[in-house]
């Protein structure tokens, strides 16, 4: 609008001075530039007026690595665009505008990076006259997509070295009643064992995981503190999700998550995996503000576990890792043999005399 306001006072002086000067020859120019002035801007307004945008993405929850397609609708007004350009941002990838006048929906798509929520959008549309004088932009919402961890399959010899690492465990057996985690609510099971706290922070109904009931079961420990790189986190990520789907499988496990204080069972039926999928997907990358500043995990669960699994980031040293439990990251340890590998990550069995600080 600035430009059509200094147009107008160009037409305005060119005007005074043809009637100052008795120069009639001024008054064509200052005339033209009094009318672009105000048609350039009313008709931009004008054609502004009534148009509707909307964007909206085919999926709330894509796994990781597969595009998310994007439906932009777009309504126009009465009026005739004088020039127009559709945009999605933040990328500023240039949409084709459809071609009916009354408007119509343009299908894309978008890649994101990397595990976590994306904000996808706005689409922006800016109108403006075929002078570059005036323009107008018109912004739609935006969407919301949870990008989760993907799973990677493991080979035989990983699930073989798995299970030469199942050890005994070398404790008395614990009480029934002593509560280890939690799994998703089984019809008949009583009312006392519901953990409301968790229903009502999620609106899942979840009940305790006793721990008789998961001596046999694995544990498998995300640590997400200090990670190498943010690269190094979504491998370590990756690498517990396609733990936990291959162990489920074999008669479940344990998953616990930076912040908790305890884990979370997901059985054969992997009705809890969901969930757990989706806060694998949420664990803060490297460097966020808002990151969680867990305790170390608990070794009295650990102790109970027929198997431990510790999932780090870290580089060698700077987390220590439990005697007798794999250990499963981006960055082996030094002089350690590497039993199998998933998701970018070796997993490689600490002995009882730890080489981590050593390493």
């Keep these: 609008m600035r430009r059509a306001e200094q147009l107008g006072a160009a037409g305005l002086v060119l005007c005074a001075v043809a009637v100052a000067f008795a120069a009639p020859e001024l008054y064509v120019p200052g005339v033209s530039l009094l009318l672009v002035a105000v048609v350039a801007p009313a008709w931009v307004s004008w054609a502004a007026r009534g148009i509707r945008l909307r964007l909206r993405a085919a999926a709330d929850v894509v796994p990781e690595g597969a595009r998310v397609a994007l439906e932009v ?50 689409v922006r549309l800016t109108v403006r006259d075929p002078l570059g004088i005036c323009r107008r932009e018109l912004e739609s919402g935006v969407a919301e997509v949870l990008v989760l961890p993907q799973v990677h399959p493991m080979r035989a010899e990983a699930a073989g070295g798995l299970r030469g690492g199942m050890r005994r465990r070398a404790f008395a057996p614990q009480a029934a009643s002593e509560i280890d985690s939690l799994r998703p609510y089984r019809p008949g099971a009583p009312a006392s064992r519901i953990h409301w706290a968790t229903v009502a922070r ?26 190498q790189s943010e690269d190094s986190l979504d491998r370590a990520v990756r690498a517990a999700a396609s733990l936990c789907v291959h162990l489920a499988a074999r008669g479940g496990c344990s998953l616990l998550l930076p912040g908790d204080r305890r884990s979370t069972a997901i059985e054969r039926d992997l009705r809890a995996w969901p969930l757990a999928h989706t806060r694998l997907a949420l664990v803060p990358r490297a460097g966020a503000s808002d990151a969680p500043n867990p305790a170390a995990p608990s070794r009295q669960q650990a102790e109970r576990a027929s198997m431990v ?51």
């Design 73 to 122: 609708r777009v309504r126009r007004g009465r009026w005739p665009l004088p020039g127009a350009t559709l945009v999605l941002a933040p990328r500023d990838h240039t949409l084709p505008l459809p071609r009916r006048r009354a408007g119509g929906t343009i299908a894309t798509s978008v890649a994101l990076p990397h595990r976590g929520r994306h904000v996808v959008g706005p």
């Design 202 to 227: 999620t609106g899942e109904l979840v009940e305790h995981h006793l721990a008789a009931d998961a001596e046999q079961r694995a544990l498998i420990i995300l640590d997400a503190r200090a990670p």
């Design 309 to 359: 699994v510790y999932v780090t980031a870290a580089a060698p040293g700077v987390t220590d890792i439990p005697p007798g439990c794999w250990r499963l990251g981006p960055h082996p340890l030094a002089r350690q043999s590497v039993a199998f590998s998933v998701a970018g990550c070796d997993a490689q069995l600490v002995p009882a005399v730890s080489v981590a600080r050593s390493a």
